[in-house]
Nanobody, 129 residues
Framework: QLQFEESGGDLVQPGGRLRISCVAS????????LGWFRQVPGKEREGVAC????????YFKDSVKDRFTIFRDFARDKMYLQMDNVNLEDTGRYYC??????????????????????WGLGTQVTVSS
């Protein structure tokens, strides 16, 4: 299973923007669907944005729709999360993960319908004035 190294987390003001990224330990290819997940202390990790590598379809947590964009760089085996108009609730540690399989969709990945066993160290995003 692929592992990722996340980077780009920072302190950002409400209403600001930030782009975080992660790089895979190997070739992502078309069979691995990708997602960004967020965790804050005391709460369970949740899917924020996921993308189906086969057809490019995406799934977003309701609270980030129209503000976050997920995209991948096929040549560099990297994935990005563009975060615009951030708010305090976007604070958290962000992680990348992937899953493969014919029944995996962007939605099923974000909802973690199958266990995700490989996590990186994440990158911290703090929204504060």
């Amino acid at each position: 299973q692929l592992q990722f190294e996340e980077s780009g987390g920072d302190l950002v003001q409400p209403g600001g923007r930030l782009r975080i990224s992660c790089v895979a330990s190997g070739a992502i290819g078309w069979q691995n669907h990708l997602g960004w997940f967020r965790q804050v202390p005391g709460k369970e990790r949740e899917g924020v944005a996921c993308i189906n590598s086969r057809d490019g379809s995406t799934y977003f947590k309701d609270s980030v729709k129209d503000r976050f964009t997920i995209f991948r760089d096929f040549a560099r085996d990297k994935m990005y999360l563009q975060m615009d108009n951030v708010n305090l609730e976007d604070t958290g540690r962000y992680y990348c993960a992937s899953q493969s399989g014919p029944q995996v969709t962007a939605r099923s990945l974000c909802l973690m319908e199958k266990p995700i066993n490989a996590w990186g160290l994440g990158t911290q995003v703090t929204v504060s004035s």
